[in-house]
């Protein structure tokens, strides 16, 4: 069985979605329209990551580690939705380079339509 390389692009591609994530959960934690209480969930997590008991422990290998990176991940989303969802559309159209995102007024028109990516490979 030859087994293929992995892509690159793809590769690239899954590392900037990470970096974007945490600069959205830094801007996040910094804003002030974020309730304090949500700003609690980032440092829960790291106090979870550095205390001495574990749900799975850390010298198995692999099970160990993959449950602190389950409690970042999944932390972290509930960060991301427990947020204002106005605040995180705006900080996400900011990281995306643009500056308003703008929601349908009543009364525009709205063109529906659909898409396909075409790999040219």
């Given amino acids: 069985m030859v087994r293929k390389a992995p892509d690159p692009i793809r590769s690239a591609n899954w590392l900037a979605a990470v970096f974007r994530k945490a600069r959205l959960v830094w801007r996040l934690w910094r804003d002030s329209r974020v309730p304090s209480w949500v700003k609690l969930i980032p440092p829960v997590i790291l106090v979870y990551l550095f205390f001495p008991i574990d749900v799975v422990p850390d010298p198995l290998l692999g099970l160990g580690q993959l449950d602190d990176l389950a409690a970042i991940v999944l932390?972290?989303?509930?960060?991301?939705?427990?947020s204002p969802q106005e605040v995180v559309r705006q900080h996400l159209a900011e990281l995306a380079g643009r500056w308003q995102v703008e929601e349908p007024s009543e009364g525009s028109e709205v063109i529906e339509g659909e898409y396909q990516l075409i790999d040219e490979e």
């Avoid at 932390?75 to 427990?82: E, M, W």
């Fill in 75 to 82: 932390g972290l989303q509930l960060f991301i939705a427990l």
